[in-house]
């Protein structure tokens, strides 16, 4: 069990550890928003039925909770990185839910700017990947684990360029 603590009430929220189920996410786009330190302010009701918490659990909680421990880290710190210098990031990637059942989707991750510029939070889209990529997705995160690079780049992560603007809010 897994316990993070909810920013907003102050009250851990426990997480089962993974299990060997995992499925490819269908559906609408699940989508969430966090302030600049990466705290949930926003969930949209897709997201928080997929997760299997509560609306109160969700908002003012870590974005990296919902996270799987599988996922090579240096891809979340490619991610932090790239959307902290006001970039836009795209992956493949493996989400758990509350009770350690995993899924995956492609994840678009946004920064989002004040009328100065000024990075204010970021907005997380998943939706349905390609489940024909499967496999090779795995393969290249084991390897990618293996390695135990900090910052990675593959074939199914890295930097989306949007145009000028496109995640101005």
Same mark, same amino acid.
């Given at each position: 069990?897994? /316990?993070?603590?909810?920013?907003? /009430?102050? *009250? ?6 993974? =299990? ?7 559906? *609408? #786009? ?16 897709? %997201? ?9 659990? $969700?908002?003012?909680? #870590?974005?990296?909770? +919902?996270? +799987? ?10 991610? !932090? =990185?790239?959307?902290?210098?006001? *970039? /836009? ?11 350690? @059942?995993?899924?995956? /989707?492609?994840?678009? @991750? ?9 990075? $204010?939070?970021? &907005? ?14 795995? *393969?290249?995160?084991?390897? &990618? =684990? ?5 910052? $990675?780049?593959?074939?199914? !992560? ?8 496109? !995640?101005? %809010?």
């Amino acid at each position: 069990m897994s /316990t993070y603590i909810n920013s907003n /009430t102050g *009250k851990p929220i426990e997480r089962d550890e993974p =299990r060997d189920m995992e499925s490819l996410y269908t559906g *609408k #786009p699940l989508i969430v928003e966090t302030d600049a330190q990466r705290v949930i302010t926003y969930a949209n009701k897709r %997201f928080v039925e997929a997760s299997g918490y509560t609306k109160e659990e $969700v908002i003012g909680s #870590p974005h990296c909770m +919902h996270l +799987h421990p599988d996922m090579p880290a240096g891809i979340f710190k490619d991610a !932090c =990185r790239m959307t902290d210098e006001g *970039k /836009t990031w795209s992956g493949l990637v493996q989400n758990v839910n509350k009770e350690g @059942i995993s899924y995956w /989707t492609e994840l678009l @991750i946004q920064p989002k700017v004040n009328e100065m510029g000024k990075i $204010v939070g970021y &907005m997380a889209t998943r939706r349905e990947m390609d489940g024909s990529k499967l496999d090779e997705v795995k *393969k290249e995160y084991d390897m &990618m =684990r293996a390695s135990g690079e900090e910052t $990675v780049r593959g074939q199914f !992560c890295g930097e989306v360029y949007l145009g000028e603007g496109a !995640c101005a %809010f």
